[in-house]
């Protein structure tokens, strides 16, 4: 009995005579990827970038990159991962970036469409037309708009270039800061000015030679032009062919002037 009483005796004072931890045991760091786990290019590449949280950074390591394709390459770590994609001239392809911290990694897949067959096109110059206007009597929103490989689109086609006209009718607009709608647009022979169809009459590819033939001529009766954050691509094509092109940059077009046509 009193060597059980004893040893309860002493529980307290063995508990009360732990020391107290002067240090803080080092946090373990922690790598997360915050963008996509698959980023993909078309064939003309560009530059992409790879989001990222570091917790608890051992003071003076630094994150690591790599990839074994060379078509990814001129990488710069920082807050974020930047990278040049080159351009593609062949098949389509894919490669995987790792990024490295210690033991800690993540994996990003890089994918690059195979070369574009068709006719890219880098300038634009279009004109917004407001339903219930003189050139625009309907209530759908009208964008007609020119598409070339030429810088010059003041009103002559030049040699050894390509152009695509369309007649776009979408179901917005907006006067203060016109620019053309993102989403599908279909060829309509029927020309019913409906929102999401391209009007036939107003609608044409062209490309001519170096001695300034036409040697090619689309007046489309089918065809599908998608729409999206600074590029437009598609499809049209007549009983004599089909051409597919593929236009990148700006999507803002001029307001109708309400000169009457």
């Not at 630094?62 to 078509?71: D, K, L, N």
């Not at 897949?109 to 206007?133: H, I, M, N, R």
């Not at 907006?174 to 989403?183: A, H, N, R, T, Y």
Request: proline share 5%; hydrophobic share 35%.
């Amino acid at each position: 009995m009193k060597k059980l009483l004893y040893l309860l005796l002493a529980l307290p004072f063995v508990a009360c005579s732990e020391q107290p931890k002067t240090e803080v045991e080092a946090k373990t760091p922690m790598l997360t990827l915050t963008s996509e786990t698959v980023v993909s290019f078309d064939d003309d590449g560009g530059k992409g970038v790879i989001r990222y949280t570091l917790e608890n950074k051992i003071k003076g390591v630094e994150p690591s990159v790599e990839s074994t394709a060379e078509w990814i390459c001129d990488f710069v770590v920082g807050e974020d991962i930047t990278f040049d994609i080159l351009q593609n001239e062949g098949r389509a392809r894919e490669a995987v970036v790792t990024v490295k911290y210690e033991a800690l990694s993540f994996e990003v897949t890089v994918k690059q469409e195979a070369l574009f067959d068709g006719y890219k096109l880098s300038y634009s110059a279009g004109t917004y037309y407001a339903p219930g206007t003189p050139a625009n009597e309907t209530d759908a929103h009208n964008y007609y708009v020119a598409l070339s490989s030429a810088e010059d689109l003041s009103g002559y086609y030049l040699p050894k270039n390509s152009y695509m006209e369309l007649d776009l009718w979408a179901a917005t607009g907006d006067v203060e800061c016109p620019s053309i709608p993102l989403g599908k647009y279909t060829i309509d022979v029927n020309e019913s000015c409906a929102p999401g169809t391209i009007g036939c009459a107003y609608s044409r590819f062209i490309y001519f030679d170096a001695d300034y033939n036409p040697v090619v001529w689309i007046l489309p009766i089918e065809g599908e032009v998608i729409v999206s954050e600074d590029k437009i691509e598609g499809w049209v094509s007549d009983s004599y062919g089909k051409v597919t092109f593929r236009y990148k940059g700006t999507l803002a077009v001029a307001l109708d002037d309400g000169e009457e046509y």
